[in-house]
């Protein structure tokens, strides 16, 4: 009896083990590999000895937190040009995003800086006294199309042909005012490639400039603008439906006003967006209009539809006759009312501006099928410029 016992016992003893044998492989079969990091030893050492430093102030972050930003350059002639997000000279650039107390951001509020830096816990953790980690993110520009912008902290090495930023993730830095009105920035940042990048400045901070996401403005004519059919001779009418789903009390059409050397793709459905080729001026007319309108722009007085804060549209301005604002930082599929000019390449050239009020008709002569648009629209820079239509 006994010895059936200890037979039984090993069966179960042999079951088990077989059982967290499979087990055990199972498990290591799906075992994703963590990668190795380096030693903190083998870790690169750059020293960076910056020769001008510029501030930008970005604006309010949270309810608490506003953020500053600033670039060091070895090089004391290289520069960053603020409206295409680009630098320009040799040497090497660190960017800093500092997290500080709500400012104005105006000089007077440089001191807000002067403090001790360190890296966030999260991505999602904010708080005064940390720098922000950098990142890229993909947005339009009227240049560049689509491209890609660099936020946060970071290092360039402007000498690269085409150079491409190194995130900082890790590190501190301290940045103080002396009693002569200069300041000292020093500490050690990690990149995402490991290098150390120790740096120091002492000197002047330039006067402060106000950065503007994502690096553009939305208009950048320096005068009124006046176009006749001369100028933009051809039309393209595209009926979008009921695209915002809003009721069935009107229709959205986009009028087209070109040079002549754009031309507009055909689409083939209302949720595609519409694709401009060649170059010369363009203007976008974008008009809530009656339902019954069949290929034909009705005629009437178009009263402006604004944008609300985040963009949107009031459901209340969403009726026939209203012509709408244009939508902020959507350049490579503008919506809303624009005025632009395309390059061979199909990208902005040069002068643009997105329509932010003004008034706005159309009319037939007797017995023509032909629209005459007259407008006087106002782009949205302060003190506004007037885009003038007479299309007749």
């Known amino acids: 009896m006994k010895t059936h016992y200890i037979r039984l016992t090993e069966f179960f003893l042999i079951a088990a083990l077989f059982f967290i044998s499979c087990t055990k492989t199972e498990y290591i079969e799906n075992v994703i590999e963590v990668p190795t990091y380096p030693d903190l030893e083998d870790i690169k050492i750059d020293t960076l000895k910056a020769q001008r430093a510029d501030i930008e102030f970005y604006g309010a972050y949270s309810e608490t937190i506003d953020r500053w930003y600033i670039t060091l350059f070895s090089d004391s002639k290289a520069t960053y040009d603020i409206e295409t997000d680009k630098y320009h000279g040799t040497g090497t650039a660190i960017k800093l995003c500092l997290h500080t107390k709500i400012s104005s951001g105006k000089d007077k509020d440089i001191p807000v800086i002067a403090r001790n830096y360190s890296a966030p816990g999260t991505y999602s953790d904010l708080a005064i006294g940390q720098f922000e980690t950098g990142y890229s993110i993909p947005f339009d520009h009227p240049y560049l199309g689509k491209t890609d912008g660099w936020y946060g902290s970071y290092v360039i090495n402007l000498d690269a042909p085409t150079y491409e930023p190194l995130a900082f993730f890790d590190g501190t830095f301290s940045v103080s005012k002396n009693n002569d009105g200069t300041y000292k920035i020093s500490g050690m940042m990690l990149d995402d490639h490991f290098v150390k990048h120790h740096f120091i400045y002492e000197g002047k901070l330039g006067n402060v400039t106000e950065y503007e996401f994502p690096g553009a403005s939305d208009s950048c004519i320096n005068s009124d603008i006046s176009l006749t059919k001369k100028e933009l001779p051809k039309i393209e009418i595209r009926d979008k439906g009921d695209q915002y789903r809003y009721d069935n009390s009107f229709r959205n059409f986009r009028v087209y006003l070109t040079g002549p050397d754009v031309e507009v793709a055909p689409i083939k459905s209302i949720i595609e967006k519409i694709k401009l080729s060649g170059h010369g001026p363009v203007v976008l007319l974008d008009l809530f209009v009656s339902p019954d309108a069949n290929g034909r722009i009705p005629a009437g007085e178009y009263k402006f539809a604004p944008r609300e804060p985040n963009r949107g549209i009031d459901g209340s301005y969403i009726k026939p006759f209203r012509f709408l604002a244009g939508y902020p930082k959507r350049y490579s599929d503008p919506q809303g009312c ?40 106002l782009d949205c820079s302060s003190p506004a410029k007037k885009i003038i239509i007479d299309w007749k």
Do not use: F, H, R
């Open 338 to 377: 624009w005025y632009y000019n395309l390059d061979e390449s199909g990208l902005w050239s040069g002068d643009y501006a997105m329509i932010d009020g003004g008034t706005l008709s159309v009319s037939y002569a007797e017995g023509s099928d032909t629209p005459i648009i007259k407008a006087e629209l």
